[in-house]
């Protein structure tokens, strides 16, 4: 971490996360395409399931950003039993996610269905479906925390083999659970959900091998565990605003539900497959983010601004790289991209254009999603928290509620591009500050700091 060229360094820890990012996009994108040979409302019933499941997926990973955050810069401190003590309470957590999803899913999942549609059909699908994948969450939390443990000491290719195990297993019995091939039974959206947490069950369990046989950095020791408050809070103080700025998604996905669904059931399906097809370019971004976290960390524990700043350069390129290619894919097949959905000829005509409107907003992405990790690794996830809230609830919302009543629905897609230009404009301002604040005083701490270097905290807002 602070010794290898910055490039080869990222890349060595950006690709497998990048890889195994993509095949976790294949969790939710292989159960719609399956889905969606059942029938178009049932494709639906898996968006608006969407938010919920998002909610879930937004703890998992931004506890495991906590823990990533924490249990890099003290490695890079050498503080070794903070290290270990990060990763106990880390797996604590993540016990403690599961029951908490697991009762409400338990309890609320066709509520929550029935404040997005009224279609009787819709709502028992998704009810059927997210019921399930609430209640056996724990797969997803433990293997999201297990990998995270992994890429925090540099094993981003054990994570890369956990999160594909995972995915090939759901690959294989979506079709055999869904239509009941050989000697499966015909669960139809039942299957689908069975497929996915029993996936994710399974890379948890791998995980949890790799991180007890092959990780030696540290030591998941649980005898006479208690709940460290201090550590706990440590995670937190970075994993919260990663939790809500992830939450702030599913609450734009909620909104944007309510405001398609007011158009017709298809609209709602067109988004519920744009954001299965947006996962595959934001997945390896997000991985290459989850790469840039630690690197960062660690170099600010060990007072290294030098490969902080080429690490976030180098960062921005690769991610504007990547969008680049999903712009192009959006607008170059968007009716190839839609028919794996097996869209009726409606859904074309009002999924093409929408899914190249959104894509203008690819290459602005790019810059917040590396200026997210880098406030991230600095302690300074607020600053994030800040971009995603006026983005996705300040004005994407009432933009396309707007557009959308006043234009129409073709217009509603706008409000995506908008919201990413000045998301854009602002994360270039946080972006100058963290230099000016927090990395800029590293590289000459005698002059800014006379009785000793900058503290590891940062400045506040």
């Known amino acids: 971490m602070g010794v290898m060229p910055v490039n080869r360094l990222l890349l060595t820890m950006s690709l497998p996360m990048m890889i195994s990012m993509l095949v976790q996009a294949l969790y939710n994108v292989v159960d719609s395409v399956f889905v969606s040979y059942i029938s178009e409302d049932a494709l639906a019933a898996v968006g608006l399931a969407f938010p919920a499941q998002n909610l879930m997926i937004s703890v998992a990973v931004g506890t495991g950003v906590g823990i990533n955050a924490l249990l890099s810069k003290s490695l890079g401190e050498k503080n070794f039993e903070t290290a270990n003590q990060a990763a106990v309470n880390g797996v604590f957590l993540a016990f403690c996610s599961w029951a ?5 899913g338990g309890l609320f999942s066709r509520t929550f ?24 969450c724990v797969g997803m939390m433990f293997q999201i925390c297990f990998e995270r443990l992994l890429q925090s000491t540099g094993k981003t290719i054990f994570t890369m083999i956990s999160q594909a195990t995972g995915a090939v297993i759901n690959l294989i019995l979506d079709p055999l659970l869904i239509f009941g091939l050989g000697p499966f039974p015909e669960m139809g ?3 689908a959900a069975w497929a996915t947490v029993l996936g994710q069950i399974v890379g948890a369990l791998l995980g949890l091998y790799c991180n007890l046989r092959l990780n030696p950095e540290i030591i998941l020791n649980f005898r006479g565990f208690r709940p460290s408050g201090a550590i706990i809070r440590k995670i937190y103080a970075v994993g919260v605003p990663s939790i809500i700025m992830s939450s702030i998604g599913s609450v734009m996905t909620f909104g944007m539900n309510k ?8 609209a709602v399906a067109v988004f519920s497959a744009y954001f299965k097809l947006e ?5 390896p971004v997000f991985g290459l983010n989850n790469g840039i976290v630690p690197i960062i960390a660690y170099n600010y524990g060990a007072r290294k601004p030098d490969r902080m700043v080429r690490t976030a350069k180098l960062g921005v390129l690769y991610a504007l790289g990547i969008m680049l290619v ?60 800040i971009v995603s ?16 009543h006043f234009v129409g629905l073709a217009a509603t897609w ?3 591009p908008f919201a990413e230009i000045f998301s854009f404009s602002l994360s270039c301002f946080f972006m100058f500050y963290m230099y000016r604040t927090v990395i800029q005083p590293l590289e000459h701490p005698a002059a800014e700091y006379p009785e000793g270097p900058a503290p590891l905290q940062g400045p506040a807002l």
């Open 279 to 283: 996962s595959f370019i934001f997945m």
């Open 100 to 104: 908490i999803f697991a009762v409400l």
């Open 189 to 191: 959206i039942a299957g």
């Open 326 to 385: 999903g712009v192009a894919l959006f607008w170059i097949v968007p009716r190839q991209l839609l028919g794996i959905f097996n869209a009726s000829d409606y859904m074309l005509e009002i999924g093409i254009p929408a899914l190249r409107l959104i894509s203008l907003s690819f290459p602005f992405a790019a810059f917040g999603i590396v200026t997210s990790s880098v406030c991230q690794a600095l302690g300074h996830g607020v600053l994030s928290l």
């Open 414 to 416: 706008l409000a995506f």
């Open 259 to 266: 405001i398609l669904g007011a158009f017709n059931s298809t």
């Open 389 to 404: 809230v006026l983005r996705q609830l300040v004005l994407i919302l009432p933009s396309a509620w707007l557009l959308g």
């Open 113 to 136: 269905m029935t404040l997005q549609t009224q279609v009787d059909s819709i709502i028992s699908y998704g009810t059927t479906y997210l019921s399930i994948v609430s209640v056996v």
